[in-house]
């Protein structure tokens, strides 16, 4: 497994919201194509920005946490007819248990919790070299 991080979320060249996770080295990046909506609540704890009342995944963490868990990671695990898949790995009073999970929702709460983002090296395939991207961007993220 590849450990990854979110380095943006921008848009892509037909104005499609993107999630551009890279490894430590910032040298492949995946992008994952989100709706809006994700993308939001993926860039908000990128910014920063806490909003006044509990969104869903900050809802989440909330019940994870106040129920003795803890959220150990994130895994991107495969593709498949276009879509990418994830787990939620949580540890919850000594049991391990892997929840299947959109990758923008398991990336919304990976950044709240502080849990590391994983990609399968199978996914390795799929990846762009970093400069690529950030060229056709035309400017970093």
Same mark, same amino acid.
């Given at each position: 497994?590849?450990?990854?991080?979110?380095?943006?979320?921008?848009?892509?060249?037909?104005? /499609? !919201? @993107?999630?551009?996770?890279? +490894?430590?080295? /910032?040298?492949? @990046? &995946?992008? %994952?194509?989100? $709706?809006?909506?994700?993308?939001?609540? %993926?860039?908000?704890?990128?910014? $920063?920005? #806490? !909003?006044?009342?509990?969104?869903?995944? =900050?809802?989440?963490?909330?019940?994870? /946490? #106040?129920?003795?868990?803890?959220? /150990?990671?994130?895994?991107? *695990?495969?593709?498949? +007819? #276009? *879509?990418?898949?994830?787990?939620?790995?949580?540890? &919850? =009073? $000594?049991?391990?248990?892997?929840? =299947?999970?959109?990758?923008? +929702?398991?990336?919304?709460?990976?950044?709240?919790? $502080?849990? !590391?983002?994983?990609?399968? *090296?199978?996914?390795?395939?799929? *990846?762009?070299?970093?400069? +690529?991207?950030?060229?056709?961007?035309?400017?970093? !993220?």
């Amino acid at each position: 497994m590849l450990e990854m991080k979110v380095k943006a979320v921008v848009a892509s060249p037909m104005g /499609e !919201p @993107v999630i551009l996770l890279v +490894d430590q080295e /910032e040298k492949k @990046v &995946l992008p %994952i194509v989100v $709706g809006p909506l994700e993308a939001h609540n %993926i860039a908000l704890p990128l910014q $920063g920005v #806490n !909003p006044p009342r509990p969104l869903t995944h =900050d809802l989440l963490k909330s019940v994870i /946490e #106040n129920m003795g868990g803890r959220v /150990e990671k994130i895994v991107i *695990t495969d593709i498949r +007819d #276009n *879509t990418y898949y994830a787990e939620i790995y949580i540890n &919850l =009073d $000594g049991k391990n248990l892997v929840i =299947d999970s959109r990758p923008s +929702d398991a990336i919304a709460l990976a950044l709240r919790c $502080g849990a !590391p983002i994983f990609m399968k *090296t199978a996914l390795v395939e799929f *990846t762009y070299d970093f400069a +690529d991207i950030e060229h056709q961007l035309g400017e970093e !993220p």
